[in-house]
């Protein structure tokens, strides 16, 4: 068993690596920067390519160049870094050109803090780059599903052709656990829509205009329709004691934890709450949470944010029961007594 | 000019992906300069026998569907940034002739940073820069390379170099770093200088199959449409007003100096992998007590003092223990701004259930190595708790208490066993041996297991024993 007491910033480097990723351009950004110095230091000791480019813009276009080559290419930033990438991420989406990206969320807006977020969530879930595209968003909790995630992002990528994002946060990045590493490496394949710089793939070509509306609208529609599929397979959650919850906690990432440990004091004093995880922000586990809705009083949603995938809780429930939202920001963690108060009240509303 | 009469087999017989109905002529106007570098450029490909291994990066502009007529593999990059494609291009595909094609508002404009930073790095590539002083595709406005005076559609007066700045020579830039083997500027304006850019087009390529790196031709080229001048206009402003701007002239070439560059295959084998990312197999180091994990109750731990004494490793040392136990448990360290001025402070939680919150806000242990820590962590302690304090250096007494305080000269008992820096160590032996928690002889066996320097196992094996006397002989 290869098992660690790890970073999870450091597991990310690790399982890139196992999941067959030979090449990663990055500019470093706290805290995100262990990822980028493990990178430098492994990647070259098999041959793979490390570079540390000038900007996150420039970083992101070299994943989209090394994308193009068919090869497994990772790229990570934290939140102002995120924001610069928006461009090259919109275009590997146009392109249909598989990479994952990571984001260790920090606070925001601006240069804001380091400290642990979640308010990058519309930016990652909801787009951020410019036109209609999606990207398939895993959210880990813990320094494991920092590697399951990054190895099953390479895998859905190559899948479904497009980026995807691990969106995580300072504390989960930070973190060490102990992570059981697979056994195995996986192993690229040769891509037949890509260019290898020889005679068998000098047809291909890898671009993301369209000379009019017809065919871009052609390109819309195709992407449109490759998102309906992942929506329907891909989305992913975990649930705790929802069976009889009342009331069930709806978080992800590093709120879940914290929802977690809530979760368990206020079951110790016989309060009926659940809890709800999405894995996967986008697709939203819709059609689950759509049943729990079905059974419970209530939803409460804690994020590190001002709010925003608790939009998402609401759309999936459409008004049926009521969904409250608790906050901090600005690299604020809530005391575990706070949260409990918070959810005592919005257990006690209904 | 949008008819290519003797077609080079650098381009497709027929230009099937373009769109409409002519598939034989580019999409070009008349008399643009670009037809003919893209001729010069196909032409060197065929002649030098390297078409089935070109990429050609189209940047966006007017050559933005080079994809159209280069009969190899094509990437279309975003505005500016075909030198940063092209160089995972070229890292990705090492034996293959990269030609990252640019105009100048993509070039010298918006893509500035990348072409400076993909020439620093000499990546192995061959950049074509067509100079043709405007903007062609969005409408005719100013370009950094545009001449003082010139009328563009957002220089209606004329370029005035107190607003705008000066034409940007871009060549004479690239050529002052280091890295770049062949630099030079050349114009497709009358036959001779076609002739002598081509030449100039075919030195770099040969120069990029032989693996020296980057070269750098910036080519004048005619933009009638914009400039609103007729072909044979155009041609004369480039020699009259141009040229006088932008010399025509080779700024560097050592590539006959250089060595080449390695080309890097990355392995595939498992072996190698797991080597490179230090994945080692592991060994159980103790055997498993189903009774020891079921009857463990959770253990919340803040360990504080200052960055050097071991802080963040004393809580490392002990999560690994618990882990080598079958336990869960997390450590979170503080960082960045947090560890100026000199503290540090982690988290540490060993569970038998799954933990949630890897924050410890209410500890039921802390170790404090300095006064600081103690004055911030001794208020947050469980009712209860257990507080171990570096006695070598904390003088105050304890103002709590409801909990247990144990004073332990952590630095004496380090020192004595001549590591001064095993203050931590001292440390987990005492709470350790005070808890009942688990035998000393786990640490020992963990730092046997951990340490790399026989040297440096014994003096920290001496002051886990001398600590954990300590604390049987006033303690217990
Ligand atoms: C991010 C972004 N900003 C602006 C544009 C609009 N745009 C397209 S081409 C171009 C300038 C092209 O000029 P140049 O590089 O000189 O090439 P030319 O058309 O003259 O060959 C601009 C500003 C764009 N496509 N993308
Ligand atoms: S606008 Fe200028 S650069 Fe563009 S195709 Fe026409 S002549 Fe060439």
Known sequence: ?350 | MGKILKRPKGFFETFDRKPGTDQRVTHYCPGCGHGRVHKLLAEAMEELEVIDRSIFISPVGCSVFGFYYFNCGNIQAAHGRAPAVATAASRSNPDSIVICYQGDGDLAAIGTAEILHAANRGENMTVIFVNNAIYGMTGGQMAPTTLEGQITATTPLGRDLANEGYPMRMAEIISQLHAPVYVAREAVSDVKSVMKAKRSIRKAMQSQKDHKGFSFVEILATCPTGWKLDPIESIQYIEKEMKEQFPIKVFKDVISEREPKAKHYPSTKKEDIFAAVNLVENVDLFPRDQEFIDNFSEQRFRIAGFGGQGVLMAGTTLAYLAMEHGLETTWLPSYGPEMRGGTANCHVILSNKKIGAPMVETPNVLIALNLPSYDQFEPLLESGGLILVNSSIIERENKRDDVTTLRIPMNEIAESCGVRAAANMAALSAYLTYSKLMKIDRLVTLIKHNFKKRDLIDKNIAVIEKASEYVTKHYL
């Open chain 1, 1 to 350: 068993m290869f098992k660690e007491f790890i970073k999870g910033n450091e597991a990310i480097a690790k399982a890139a690596a196992l999941a067959g990723c030979t090449q990663y351009y990055g500019y470093p950004i706290t805290p995100s920067s262990e990822i980028i110095h493990a990178v430098a230091d492994y990647f070259p000791k098999f041959g793979g390519t490390f570079v540390q480019a000038e900007s996150e813009v420039a970083a992101i276009n070299m994943a989209f160049g090394a994308a193009a080559c068919g090869k497994r290419v990772m790229t990570a930033s934290s939140s102002p870094g995120i924001s610069l990438k928006q461009e090259g991420v919109s275009y590997l989406a146009g392109a249909e050109l598989p990479c994952v990206i990571i984001d260790i969320m920090r606070a925001g807006p601006g240069l804001g803090n380091i400290w642990p977020e979640q308010g990058d969530y519309h930016q990652i879930v909801k787009g951020g780059g410019h036109g209609n595209y999606k990207t398939i968003v895993l959210a880990p909790n813990s320094p494991q599903e920092m590697c399951d995630f990054t190895i099953l992002a390479f895998e859905l990528a190559e899948k479904y052709r497009g980026p995807v994002y691990v969106l995580s946060d300072a504390y989960t990045g930070q973190v060490m656990e102990p992570v059981i590493f697979p056994d195995e490496v996986k192993k690229e394949k040769r891509q037949d829509w890509a260019i290898y710089g020889d005679k068998e793939s000098s047809g291909n070509v890898v671009y993301s205009i369209q000379m009019n509306t017809v065919e871009q609208e052609k390109v819309n529609l195709r992407l449109d329709k490759k998102y309906r599929e992942i929506e329907k397979c891909e989305a992913r959650y975990e649930e705790y004691l929802v069976d009889d919850a009342e009331m069930i906690v709806v978080s992800y990432g590093i709120s879940s934890r914290i929802a977690h440990s809530a979760v368990d004091s206020l079951r110790e004093e016989g309060f009926k709450v659940g809890m709800f995880t999405p894995k996967t922000l986008w697709p939203y586990p819709v059609n689950r949470l759509k049943q729990l809705s079905e059974k419970c009083r209530s939803f409460a949603v804690l994020e590190l944010s001002n709010g925003q995938m608790v939009e998402d809780v609401r759309l999936t429930v459409e008004g049926k029961r009521p969904v409250d939202f608790y906050g901090r920001m600005g690299g604020a963690i809530p005391s575990q007594e706070e949260v409990i108060g918070v959810f005592k009240d919005f257990y006690n509303k209904y």
